[in-house]
């Protein structure tokens, strides 16, 4: 069949060879998914399909049946296909041949992900497969944890009840897309894996591999926002309580992990209240509250029965200007969980609002007073129209707990203007909020009020009071679930509004002391005269000293690859240390995630704690600990010193010939071994941009360390930097730096000849690459190595130039030996030196060319040198090699040209 043939035609084929009509045909394959007697005959002309052209003819029918399946006429029957399949294969289908090739066959429907492909995995991951389709099954797009370890074993998915509630699931979606239905599949997967030993335990790795899989499903933001939808949260709940007691096999404690990564995110949706917080802290024990009132002292929660006893609590609750503040702050967080893992408030940013608020502040001896930054938009926020809202490190944040005591922090004018509003405040019976502001940073700071925030705090004579604040212990206080979150209140019905801001769990908090003692001995710097024996009584913790400044930044990672037979031993030593796993550091322009249950991840760290430029650790904040790879709440409050550093002026060199920087570049160094650094460009191919002068990569070695340096313009779908370090360690790598791309424009001919240059490094590295790919061996790649190398040399200075440019480079006694035995193959040489380059080398070197006149030998030796170090690497004197083989494959052509001529 012709590729641009209808599917019509195959159709009347495949129906004159059953003796049917085109009209038949159709109505049988409908008849099919909607009749179990019709359905061996579709089934049996599949087969054939698959037997006689398992190419063309299989997929006009697969596009198809898709196409039919599309019409929403035909959509309720999806569910009751896989049935259909399961009864006729179960019950008549007993030749292993015929059943291998309609396997085959809806594999590679599955393989698609489309509807039809769905049904087709679901039908055939089901079937006694024969076991050499194991193999087609293992490589589908959909990852089957356990197939691996379980080949010998062919039940694999879901019982028929199963199928038929996810056939319910999809007939209830009225615009179900093809994304949504393979995730639901994929749910409905993991959720039955427990079939694959029916008859037999688990050894411990499998249970370990589908507590995985079960794990990081049930975290799925996707699956988050298809069940949260307003009003639906009693559906969420349900879906979690069945996950939970569908997994009969699995031990309690996985049970209870899958509910606590579930409820997780369900505190990580919009914010309509303060009970989100509240949530958070309670989202391990969820199934044990209920609508009765509940001791928070019995609670079996450590998050909550060991927090420090008495507690503090407003017996009223929050006020209208509480809850805009709140969804204002949810819009910015939910903003940095939507930037795929960046920080809310960039350096950028910062430098524009921050530093002048930083800047002559006059704080008291021993104190450390903090603040929150709040604005009415972010428009207002990246102009500088903040608000410092006045905290405490040694309380909640809140402005209303620590207000007096920031004010002695302050000028006397500043205390003469809170005085002077004394008389305001009592004459409203209500409480002014005040909000430290500063405007520009030569302007001195000044106070704003606002009569309707906080109502639980006045002042009077100039020191605080609070007149409806009591100090209340666990036992007193009772906890329920409502539908709008958890309600506290007193025995006695008083309702309660607690400020725990990010109070960190007792449990949690001398692990991360342990670590930034630990940093603290390594040289990390941090703030003078900070106590750090206290840090596990702070409820905010200072993670980045930047310009003078000291600022709380919280943020979770989970993830990250490492050996499995070292995981034991590290996550010992992990827990007996208190080091979280995940840490994110930050140097200069670099932003790296390491996972220190890695060996060079814990090395790595240890070595920026002792770098000047090392300025930033982000470690695991307690209350996200089970966030999933999506979740980034960032949270900035800078913490002033008394004396503050003035920042160095940045020198502004004007650019040069030499120096120009491509800011739309991103450039990437990669730290490996050269097998590994082979294996992680071949993989990243696919995913660098398409255009000539787009991509390149140079390869070096810096003492013991080989690197690779990887540049792309544009967009990438590496340009998430997460991804490039998740492929880079996949891979092998050891490491990976974000560096600043300064491309050496004397070496190729100049600024003017930079885009030309750029070219040709495309094709060079995607020639190298194919090279690599194609699995050439070590002596032939060297000859094709010199073939370039050749051909740049006779594009860029002529032949005779060429030659004498090899001469004068590849002297070198270490090289001879090879040079012999590769010239004993004489017609491999003569071949290569009659062969013409490639034309687009051609036209890329001649646009370079006549862009540079004036280029010499130490351009063109420049070129040659990067065509070698991409395909050879820099091992000693295989440059010299190259350069000699280029020297005679350009002698060979010399000799060819006049015996061609004759």
């Known amino acids: 069949m012709t590729p641009g043939a209808a599917p019509e035609a195959s159709l009347a084929g495949m129906a004159r060879r059953l003796g049917l009509g085109a009209l038949e045909l159709e109505s049988l394959v409908h008849g099919a998914l909607r009749l179990p007697a019709l ?10 399909l698959a037997r006689d052209d398992p190419g063309q003819e299989a997929a006009a029918l697969h596009t198809w049946l898709e196409e039919q399946l599309q019409r929403p006429e035909l959509r309720p029957l999806i569910a009751t296909a896989s049935p259909q399949l399961l009864q006729y294969w179960e019950g008549g289908g ?3 041949a015929a059943r291998g090739a309609l396997l085959r066959y ?15 995995w679901a039908a055939a991951a089901r079937f006694d497969a024969p076991e050499g389709c194991w193999p087609d099954l293992r490589a589908l797009p959909i990852r089957v944890a356990g197939l691996q370890a379980n080949t010998g074993h062919r039940r694999v998915l879901a019982s028929e009840r199963v199928l038929a509630r996810r056939g319910n699931r999809i007939v209830a979606a009225e615009a179900h897309s093809q994304e949504e239905a393979l995730l639901d599949f994929r749910e409905e997967l993991w959720r039955e894996l427990r079939g694959i030993h029916p008859d037999r335990g688990r050894s411990p790795v499998q249970e370990q591999l589908v507590r995985v899989r079960l794990l990081d499903t049930v975290a799925q933001p996707e699956l988050t926002e298809r069940f949260l939808k307003p009003g639906e949260v009693d559906s969420f709940q349900g879906v979690t309580a069945a996950v939970v007691a569908e997994t009969v096999p699995l031990p309690a404690s996985v049970r209870r992990a899958i509910a606590h990564r ?61 809850e805009a503040r709140a969804r204002w702050l949810a819009t910015v967080y939910h903003r940095g969980m939507a930037a795929g893992g960046r920080a809310v408030l960039e350096d950028d940013e910062l430098s524009r609002f921050a530093a002048p608020a930083a800047r002559e502040v006059p704080v008291a001896d021993g104190f450390e007073a903090g603040c929150l930054l709040v604005a009415s938009s972010q428009a207002d926020l990246e102009r500088g129209a903040f608000t410092l809202v006045p905290g405490s490190l040694h309380g909640s944040g809140a402005p209303h707990r620590s207000l007096g005591r920031f004010l002695g922090c302050l000028p006397q004018t500043f205390r003469d203007e809170v005085l002077g509003h004394q008389r305001t405040w009592e004459g409203e019976r209500g409480a002014l909020h005040a909000e430290v502001v500063w405007t520009r940073a030569d302007s001195p700071p000044s106070l704003r009020w606002a009569a309707h925030a906080w109502s639980s705090e006045v002042i009077c004579n100039g020191a605080p009071r609070m007149a409806s604040r009591r100090r209340v212990l ?19 019905g008083t309702p309660l509004v607690l400020h725990q801001g990010h109070m960190l769990a007792p449990r949690a908090s001398p692990r991360v002391a342990r670590l930034l003692l630990e940093l603290a001995m390594e040289g990390a710097r941090h703030p003078g005269g900070f106590d750090w024996r206290e840090l596990g009584n702070l409820p905010r913790l200072p993670r980045l000293t930047w310009r003078g400044q000291i600022l709380c930044l919280a943020r979770w990672r989970p993830g990250g690859p490492y050996s499995r037979e070292r995981a034991g031993a590290l996550r010992d030593w992990r827990e007996a240390n208190g080091v979280p796993r995940v840490v994110c550091l930050v140097e200069n322009e670099r932003r790296l995630p390491i996972d220190l249950e890695s060996h060079w991840g814990r090395t790595e760290l240890l070595r920026a704690s002792r770098s000047a430029a090392a300025s930033c650790y982000l470690e695991e904040a307690p209350w996200l600990e089970e966030a999933t790879a999506r979740t980034v709440v960032c949270e900035v409050v800078p913490s002033f010193r008394r004396r503050l550093p003035a920042p160095a002026p940045r020198q502004q060199r004007p650019p040069t010939d030499g120096t120009r920087i491509h800011r739309q570049w991103r450039s990437f160094t990669l730290f490996a071994d050269e ?34 340096r990887l540049r792309w313009r544009g967009e990438s779908p590496l340009d998430r930097f997460e991804s490039l370090l998740d492929l880079a360690l996949e891979h092998g790598a050891t490491d990976v730096r974000q560096e600043t791309f300064r491309p050496e424009t004397f070496r190729y001919g100049g600024a003017d000849a930079l ?49 004498a440019a090899c001469r004068e480079r590849s002297r070198r006694t270490e090289v001879a030996p090879l040079i012999r035995r590769i010239r004993a193959r004489q017609d491999l040489l003569e071949r290569l030196g009659r062969d013409a380059p490639p034309r687009a080398l051609v036209e890329l070197l001649r646009a ?12 063109a030796l420049s070129f040659t040198h990067m065509a070698a170090n991409r395909r050879l690497g820099s091992r000693r004197g295989q440059e010299s090699v190259a350069l000699a083989l280029a020297e005679t494959l350009l002698q060979a052509r010399m000799r060819a040209e006049p015996q061609s001529s004759r």
């Open 39 to 48: 359905a061996p005959g579709l089934l049996a002309e599949l087969q054939a």
């Open 94 to 96: 007993k030749d292993d």
């Open 106 to 120: 809806l594999l590679r429907a599955a393989s698609r992900c489309t509807p039809v492909g769905l049904l087709a």
């Open 262 to 322: 579930a409820l997780a995110l369900l505190s990580c949706q919009s914010l309509p209240d303060s009970a989100r917080r509240l949530r958070t802290y309670h989202r391990l024990f969820r199934d044990r509250f209920t609508d009765e009132w509940v001791c928070a002292a019995e609670l079996a929660d450590p998050l909550i029965s060991g927090l420090p006893a008495p507690w503090e609590a407003d017996l009223e609750p929050p006020s209208p200007a509480d």
């Open 474 to 492: 666990p036992e007193d206080v009772m906890v329920r679930a409502a539908p709008e979150g958890f309600v506290f209140a007193l025995r006695d």
């Open 675 to 708: 097998a590994a650094q082979r294996r992680l460009l071949v993989a990243l191919r696919p995913m660098l941009p398409a255009s000539p002068g787009d991509w390149h990569y140079v390869r070096f070695q810096e003492g013991p360390r080989r690197l690779v």
């Open 755 to 803: 885009d030309a240059a750029l070219r040709v490094f495309t094709w060079d590295s995607d020639s190298a690459l194919g090279s690599w790919g194609a699995g050439r061996e070590p002596e032939r790649l060297l000859i094709e190595t010199g073939a370039v190398m050749a051909a740049y040399l006779e594009l860029l200075l002529g032949r005779a130039a060429g030659a």
């Open 848 to 859: 370079w060319r006549d862009a540079t006149p004036n280029a010499g030998p130490r351009e």
